[in-house]
């Protein structure tokens, strides 16, 4: 795969450092590959957008899932997993990560990270959505990410890892076969280096997080535009399965106006025997599937529209006063602090709640040692699409996901220094161009971006909300090419500029592939197209970018992932 040559309008950078590996995000996935590539004796750099400790991995509150529990077996884990991927799972990278999974957990714990134990000295374990069995270690209650996120942190800190933060990774730097350079960065005013600047590497992990901003109301943290996937599709990379979007049954509503994040109430709370209900109390998950409440998120997401749009109603509740105070007090304590923060008590009141976007299940299109369609870069946790999660994530799921393919890319990453042929490749990046290679757009373009895909790419789709969304995408873009070609000015750049551009490029290339898919399945959801196509739709969409700037589409002939190159057809 070659380089499409697109790259963002910015200052060519001032100053460089090299590296064997530079990370790009510190999460879960990004700072448990540093970890391991530095053990390996790689030299290696994290570069993260705001501080180490502020991505996803943080907010995650129900925990991290792996056959740890009595009774529990890897194989079981692993039917849970292909049920909730709704046929599009790729068996083999989700044996990988059922089978490495509790390995991978324990060290995890050997790293320093707390999970909660039971009165027996052994793991607290709990269920979440679509899982059979109690396998979801936990932290803190509900504070299973920020343990995590603290216990890596730390870890990276103390075998003085080198960090550069307060950093927004532009694009890739690729030499002229197309192989990996390293990349380009805008260091925030912070640090030991400022404004842009490059790593050179020849390898590069992209651990960026997800695209959850370009939503209105998410559960993601600012900082998650689609920055890895953007950059990887500009550097000639394929995404994979970008329409399906998870949205997470139960987050609180704090009015049909909210906008950004929105607080996250855990699948964990219905795993300990909280009620769906409406405001005349009635559980309506009963008899929609045998797990109830804890349905895959996606049906349990459909519930509660329906439910919505029958009663026409702006929210549906989450009951748990029967937990009592001490429980929500010494269980779900972050939970309760945001509910009465927003003036709710779960102790005495049922909790309003609606979908919102949450978790990307598509992105990247990796191999099972992560590695892209583009010689050198890897990608891994939800930027990457593994063939994991299929249609759907399983709950607790993406934690692990992190964690096992993180090492994995690590392990691969060691293994190419036979003969010190890493340490021999000493990448030369292709000149930066001086002019604009790509148009930029203004900061107010993020929200018009949001309220696009909000209104036309939600959890209710059709051809007709899809189709105007995509014109108006395409407008946007337009208007900023077409003002670029006229008199070459664009938006001037910097971190909302940037950060604007990227959402409409994971926004066009998503309701791309969401026009396409003319079914229902998983946590794709169109209305008119109601049922499951296994026949016509039981197969990926594959997008790449053109050096026009156009999208190039295909669908692999099988559920086989990764997907079958064929030649894509203009869009």
Same mark, same amino acid.
């Given at each position: 795969m070659t380089s499409t040559g697109i790259r963002l309008h910015a200052p060519a950078p001032g100053w460089s450092i090299s590296a064997d590996v530079v990370v790009v995000g510190s999460g879960v996935a990004g700072l448990t590959a540093a970890l391991r590539c530095e053990a390996a004796g790689l030299h290696t750099v994290v570069v993260t957008k705001a501080r180490l400790d502020d991505g996803s991995t943080r907010w995650a509150q129900g925990g991290i899932a792996a056959a740890l529990g009595e009774g529990d077996t890897p194989e079981q884990h692993l039917d849970d997993t292909l049920v909730a991927g709704a046929g599009l799972c790729d068996e083999e990278a989700v044996r990988i990560l059922v089978t490495e999974g509790p390995d991978a957990v324990r060290r995890l714990i050997e790293t320093g990270a707390q999970f909660d134990e039971s009165s027996e000295g052994g793991l607290e374990l709990t269920r979440e959505g679509g899982h059979h069995r109690r396998r979801i270690a936990h932290a803190g209650g509900d504070a299973t990410g920020a343990e995590i996120s603290r216990a890596l942190v730390e870890a990276v800190r103390a075998r003085g890892v080198r960090t550069i933060e307060n950093a927004l990774v532009l694009d890739l730097l690729t030499d002229a076969d197309g192989g990996t350079a390293g990349v380009t960065l805008h260091v925030m005013g912070e640090g030991q280096h400022d404004g842009v600047g490059a790593v050179h590497a020849p390898a590069v992990v992209l651990a960026t997080g997800g695209m959850g901003q370009v939503y209105s109301a998410t559960t993601n943290p600012s900082v998650s535009t689609g920055d890895g996937v953007a950059l990887a599709l500009r550097a000639g990379a394929e995404v994979s399965d970008l329409e399906f979007v998870q949205f997470h049954p139960t987050v609180l509503f704090l009015g049909p106006d909210a906008e950004g994040q929105q607080p996250l109430v855990s699948e964990a709370v219905r795993g300990e025997g909280a009620h769906l209900v409406d405001a005349d109390g009635v559980r309506f998950m009963l008899g929609q599937h045998e797990l109830a409440e804890l349905a895959p998120r996606d049906i349990v997401a459909k519930g509660i529209m329906?439910?919505? %749009? %029958? %009663?026409?109603?702006?929210?549906?509740?989450?009951?748990?006063?029967?937990?009592?105070?001490?429980?929500?007090?010494?269980?779900?304590?972050?939970?309760?602090?945001?509910?009465?923060?927003? *003036?709710?008590?779960?102790?005495?009141?049922?909790?309003?709640? #609606?979908?919102?976007?949450?978790?990307? =299940?598509?992105?990247?299109?990796?191999? =099972?040692? *992560?590695?892209?369609?583009?010689?050198?870069?890897? #990608?891994c946790g939800e930027v990457a699409c593994t063939g994991v999660h299929g249609a759907n994530r399983l709950a607790s799921n993406s934690l692990l996901e992190g964690l096992v393919y993180a090492e994995r890319i690590a392990a691969d990453i060691a293994a190419s220094r036979t003969g010190n042929a890493l340490h021999a490749r000493v990448p030369r990046p292709l000149p930066y161009p001086e002019t604009p290679e790509h148009p930029l757009l203004t900061p107010e373009a993020r929200f018009t971006i949001q309220r696009i895909m909000t209104q036309g790419a939600g959890v209710l789709r059709s051809a007709e909300s899809l189709g105007k969304a995509a014109d108006q995408l395409q407008q946007l873009h337009t208007d900023a090419r077409d003002a670029l070609a006229e008199n070459g000015k664009t938006a001037e750049p910097g971190v909302d500029t940037w950060e604007a551009t990227n959402l409409l490029c994971v926004a066009r290339v998503l309701v791309a592939a969401a026009r396409l898919r003319e079914e229902t399945r998983g946590c794709h959801w169109r209305m008119d197209h109601a049922e499951r196509d296994d026949a016509a739709w039981r197969r990926h969409i594959v997008v790449r970018l053109n050096p026009d700037r156009t999208l190039a589409v295909h669908t692999t002939d099988t559920a086989d992932f990764p997907p079958t190159r064929q030649q894509p057809q203009e869009q």
């Amino acid at each position: 795969m070659t380089s499409t040559g697109i790259r963002l309008h910015a200052p060519a950078p001032g100053w460089s450092i090299s590296a064997d590996v530079v990370v790009v995000g510190s999460g879960v996935a990004g700072l448990t590959a540093a970890l391991r590539c530095e053990a390996a004796g790689l030299h290696t750099v994290v570069v993260t957008k705001a501080r180490l400790d502020d991505g996803s991995t943080r907010w995650a509150q129900g925990g991290i899932a792996a056959a740890l529990g009595e009774g529990d077996t890897p194989e079981q884990h692993l039917d849970d997993t292909l049920v909730a991927g709704a046929g599009l799972c790729d068996e083999e990278a989700v044996r990988i990560l059922v089978t490495e999974g509790p390995d991978a957990v324990r060290r995890l714990i050997e790293t320093g990270a707390q999970f909660d134990e039971s009165s027996e000295g052994g793991l607290e374990l709990t269920r979440e959505g679509g899982h059979h069995r109690r396998r979801i270690a936990h932290a803190g209650g509900d504070a299973t990410g920020a343990e995590i996120s603290r216990a890596l942190v730390e870890a990276v800190r103390a075998r003085g890892v080198r960090t550069i933060e307060n950093a927004l990774v532009l694009d890739l730097l690729t030499d002229a076969d197309g192989g990996t350079a390293g990349v380009t960065l805008h260091v925030m005013g912070e640090g030991q280096h400022d404004g842009v600047g490059a790593v050179h590497a020849p390898a590069v992990v992209l651990a960026t997080g997800g695209m959850g901003q370009v939503y209105s109301a998410t559960t993601n943290p600012s900082v998650s535009t689609g920055d890895g996937v953007a950059l990887a599709l500009r550097a000639g990379a394929e995404v994979s399965d970008l329409e399906f979007v998870q949205f997470h049954p139960t987050v609180l509503f704090l009015g049909p106006d909210a906008e950004g994040q929105q607080p996250l109430v855990s699948e964990a709370v219905r795993g300990e025997g909280a009620h769906l209900v409406d405001a005349d109390g009635v559980r309506f998950m009963l008899g929609q599937h045998e797990l109830a409440e804890l349905a895959p998120r996606d049906i349990v997401a459909k519930g509660i529209m329906r439910r919505m %749009q %029958q %009663q026409d109603a702006e929210h549906m509740y989450l009951d748990a006063r029967h937990f009592g105070a001490e429980m929500w007090e010494h269980r779900f304590p972050t939970i309760l602090a945001a509910c009465r923060a927003h *003036g709710i008590d779960p102790v005495t009141d049922p909790i309003p709640v #609606a979908p919102a976007a949450h978790y990307a =299940s598509g992105g990247v299109r990796t191999d =099972s040692h *992560g590695r892209t369609t583009v010689a050198g870069l890897y #990608a891994c946790g939800e930027v990457a699409c593994t063939g994991v999660h299929g249609a759907n994530r399983l709950a607790s799921n993406s934690l692990l996901e992190g964690l096992v393919y993180a090492e994995r890319i690590a392990a691969d990453i060691a293994a190419s220094r036979t003969g010190n042929a890493l340490h021999a490749r000493v990448p030369r990046p292709l000149p930066y161009p001086e002019t604009p290679e790509h148009p930029l757009l203004t900061p107010e373009a993020r929200f018009t971006i949001q309220r696009i895909m909000t209104q036309g790419a939600g959890v209710l789709r059709s051809a007709e909300s899809l189709g105007k969304a995509a014109d108006q995408l395409q407008q946007l873009h337009t208007d900023a090419r077409d003002a670029l070609a006229e008199n070459g000015k664009t938006a001037e750049p910097g971190v909302d500029t940037w950060e604007a551009t990227n959402l409409l490029c994971v926004a066009r290339v998503l309701v791309a592939a969401a026009r396409l898919r003319e079914e229902t399945r998983g946590c794709h959801w169109r209305m008119d197209h109601a049922e499951r196509d296994d026949a016509a739709w039981r197969r990926h969409i594959v997008v790449r970018l053109n050096p026009d700037r156009t999208l190039a589409v295909h669908t692999t002939d099988t559920a086989d992932f990764p997907p079958t190159r064929q030649q894509p057809q203009e869009q």
